[in-house]
């Protein structure tokens, strides 16, 4: 019994917490769409001499998500990393921003789910048309597939964002983040 005393008196920062290896997890995910969102940006930087007027308008639209998207994104590494180093001022925008992202991917997710009969009868009459040529009914089908992957991704997002927002407000975390001195 000693050992259990002994580590339940502890403070609560060691030992395995899935709040951390959540927030580690949202770190590498807004990281990695960083390196997307800006290459996408570069991309459209790069194709941007001699669009019309009605492709430059739609450019500039594409380039102003991306701008969006990145420093979106940039913020939550940040907010991230404060977490991970346990800094007291990261802990309540963090809870904010997974209280954001779980409405994103809620109202993403019902858009995507709203498109999936159209998606899916589309599809299938486009294999049904394309059945010669193979790669494009691979790429079909590898379409369908990322859209289904994204709409699970969403539905195992929206409950872990929401639990993290609530984990990170109990007690036993916040007594874990230190004050700025």
């Known amino acids: 019994m000693p050992v259990m005393t002994h580590a339940e008196s502890g403070s609560g920062t060691r030992g395995f917490a899935a709040w951390r290896v959540l927030v580690w997890l949202l770190l590498l995910l807004a990281a990695f769409g960083s390196v997307q969102y800006l290459g996408h940006a570069q991309l459209l930087w790069a194709h941007r001499m001699g669009l019309s007027p009605d492709d430059s308008a ?16 940039l913020a939550l590494v940040v907010l991230c990393a404060g977490c991970i180093l ?8 963090l809870r904010v921003a997974c209280g954001v992202l779980a409405l994103w991917a809620l109202a993403s997710g019902g858009a995507m789910l709203s498109q999936w009969l159209q998606l899916e009868h589309s599809s299938a009459d486009a294999i049904l048309h394309l059945a010669s040529d193979d790669r494009l009914r691979v790429a079909i089908l590898h379409a369908r597939r990322s859209y289904r992957i994204a709409l699970a ?13 609530w984990r990170l407000g109990t007690p036993a975390v916040r007594e874990q983040f230190r004050r700025r001195r």
Do not use: E, F, H, S
């Open 58 to 73: 739609a450019w500039q639209r594409m380039l102003a998500w991306d701008i969006g998207y990145l420093v979106a994104a």
């Open 153 to 165: 991704l969403k539905l195992v997002a929206i409950p872990a964002l929401l639990w993290l927002a």
């Open 86 to 93: 346990r800094l007291a001022w990261a802990r309540v925008p």
